[in-house]
C-alpha cells in the first residue's frame, strides 16, 4: 500500500513504533504550519477563525470560576450524559440510559482511538470509506487490526454495496461511516443505510458512525443517523463532539452513544487515555444542549444559514475560475478537481497554492488507501468568516495564480 505520511522524513532515526511510523505527521499540523510560514489564508485545517456562541462562551467561564475543576466522572459528567440522552431521546424517540449508553471522550479524536482499542483485537478488519479522516487508519493501526477500503468516487461519492460486499471477510469486524462526510461534503441517504445496514446484519458487523458535523447540512438535505434504523440500532456506536457544531474545537469534548455493550468497550480504554474529560467544558456544554437553553434550534438554523452563504460564496468561485466542484450537502469542505488549471498532483498543487498564491489547502490524497482518485483534487475549509473567504478568493482570482497545463 502506498504510503499516507504526511512527513516520511518525521522519524529518520527510526524511534517511533513501528504501528505509528507510516503516519508521520497530520496533514493538518503540516498545512497549518505552511500557512503560518508563507503567511497564506489557511483554508486547510478546518476550524472556524470565529469564536463560538457567547451563551456557551460564558458557561465555560463560569464552570471554571464556580468550582467545576477536578477530575469529572470517567463515562462523563452526570450533567453532560443526563443532557445527551434526553437529546438523543428526543431526536430517536426511543429511550437511552444516560448511565450506559453514553460516554464521554476529549474530543471525537480521542472516541475514535478508545472505541478501535476497545472493539479490535489484533487481525481484525475494518472497512473505511475513502476519501477518509485521517485518524481512521492510525486507530485501527494502532489496534494491531487491518484496515480494507470502500471508495466513494468522485464526484457523486455514491454508496456502491457490491463493491462494499466484497471487502467483508471471516475476519472483517467493524465499518466506519462518517455521514456528512469529511471531505467529500456527502450526506449518506436513508437508502444507502438501509443497504450497509443490512449487509452489516448479514455479517454481523459493528457500525462506528463519526457524526462530528450532523448539525452541518445544507439545501434541507436531512442528516440520517444509522443509529434511527431499527436494522442498525442495535449494532451502532455514535461518535459526536461539540467542536463542529458549536465552533469550539480547541475544548475537545466529544461522546459516545449506542448499546451499554459497546459503550462500556470503548470507555474501557478511555479511562487509560485521560481517564476522564475535562470537567468545567462538560458543564458548560450540558447547558449549551438543554432544548431551552440558549443554544436551540435558533442558533442551528443560524449556524447552517451561515455555512450555507460561506459555502455558495467559496463554491461560485471556484467554478468560475474552472475548478470542476461537486455542492457538499454537508460539512465545512469544498472537495475540487483542480486539473483543468494545474498540470501536477495534489501535492504539488497545494504547495504552489501555499507559496505562490498564499493560500493554504488539504491534499486529498492523504486520505486514501487504495484508489489514486486524491491526486487530482483539493480541499478548502470555509468555516471561515466572510471577510477571510472574501480575502482568499481575491488572492485565487489574481492574473497568473495558476500555471496552465
Ligand atoms: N471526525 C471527523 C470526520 C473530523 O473531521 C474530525 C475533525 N475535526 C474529527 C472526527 C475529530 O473531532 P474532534 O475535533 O472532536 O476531536
Ligand atoms: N477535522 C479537521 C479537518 O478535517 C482538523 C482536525 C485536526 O486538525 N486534527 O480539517
Redesign the pocket.
Known amino acids: 500500500m502506498r504510503p499516507r505520511t504526511a512527513s516520511p522524513d518525521t522519524d529518520r532515526e527510526g524511534v517511533t513504533a513501528q504501528r505509528l511510523r507510516p503516519f508521520g505527521t497530520t496533514i493538518f499540523a503540516e498545512m497549518t504550519q505552511l500557512a503560518t510560514q508563507y503567511g497564506a489564508i489557511n483554508l486547510a485545517q478546518?476550524f472556524p477563525d470565529f469564536d463560538g456562541p457567547k451563551a456557551l462562551l460564558d458557561a465555560g467561564a463560569a464552570a471554571v470560576l464556580s468550582g467545576q475543576n477536578q477530575y469529572a466522572r470517567s463515562q462523563g459528567h452526570a450533567s453532560l450524559v443526563s443532557a445527551l440522552a434526553a437529546d438523543y431521546e428526543r431526536r430517536l424517540g426511543r429511550k437511552v440510559d444516560p448511565l450506559t449508553q453514553i460516554g464521554t471522550f476529549s474530543?471525537?479524536?480521542?472516541a475514535?482511538m478508545a472505541t478501535m482499542l476497545g472493539l479490535l483485537d489484533p487481525g481484525d478488519e475494518v472497512i473505511l470509506f475513502e476519501p477518509f479522516?485521517d485518524?481512521y487508519p492510525a486507530c485501527v493501526a494502532c489496534a494491531g487490526a487491518v484496515p480494507r477500503f470502500a471508495t466513494l468516487r468522485f464526484p457523486d461519492f455514491a454508496f456502491d454495496a457490491a463493491a462494499f460486499e466484497a471487502l467483508i471477510t471471516p475476519r472483517t469486524r467493524l465499518v466506519v461511516l462518517?455521514s456528512p462526510h469529511?471531505p467529500t461534503g456527502k450526506v449518506f441517504t436513508r437508502d444507502e443505510l438501509v443497504a450497509l445496514g443490512d449487509i452489516c446484519k448479514r455479517h454481523d458487523l459493528i457500525l462506528v458512525s463519526?457524526e462530528?458535523?450532523e448539525h452541518i447540512t445544507f439545501d434541507g438535505v436531512e442528516f440520517v443517523s444509522p443509529a434511527s434504523l431499527d436494522s442498525l440500532a442495535d449494532r451502532t456506536l455514535v461518535l459526536s463532539?461539540a467542536?463542529?457544531t458549536f465552533s469550539v474545537?480547541g475544548w475537545?469534548v466529544?461522546w459516545s452513544y449506542g448499546p451499554a455493550t459497546l459503550v462500556a468497550a470503548a470507555q474501557s480504554a478511555h479511562q487509560f487515555i485521560t481517564f476522564s474529560t475535562s470537567t468545567p467544558f462538560q458543564v458548560a456544554l450540558a447547558q449549551a444542549l438543554a432544548p431551552d437553553g440558549p443554544l436551540g434550534s435558533p442558533y442551528l438554523d443560524t449556524l447552517r444559514a451561515d455555512y450555507t452563504a460561506r459555502r455558495d460564496y467559496l463554491m461560485d468561485a471556484l467554478k468560475s475560475l474552472g475548478f470542476i466542484v461537486t455542492a457538499p450537502q454537508g460539512t465545512y469542505f469544498i472537495l475540487a478537481d483542480f486539473t483543468p488549471l494545474f498540470d501536477g498532483d495534489d501535492r504539488a498543487f497545494v504547495r504552489h497554492l501555499v507559496a505562490e498564491v498564499g493560500i493554504a489547502a488539504i491534499p486529498p490524497s492523504v486520505f486514501y488507501g487504495a484508489s489514486d482518485d486524491g491526486r487530482r483534487l483539493v480541499r478548502f475549509a470555509f468555516c471561515k468568516r466572510p471577510e477571510t473567504l472574501t480575502a482568499a478568493v481575491e488572492r485565487l482570482s489574481r492574473p497568473g495564480a495558476f500555471r496552465r497545463p
Open positions: 478546518g474530543g471525537c479524536t480521542e475514535l479522516y485518524s462518517n469529511n463519526d462530528v458535523y463532539s467542536g463542529k474545537t475537545k466529544g
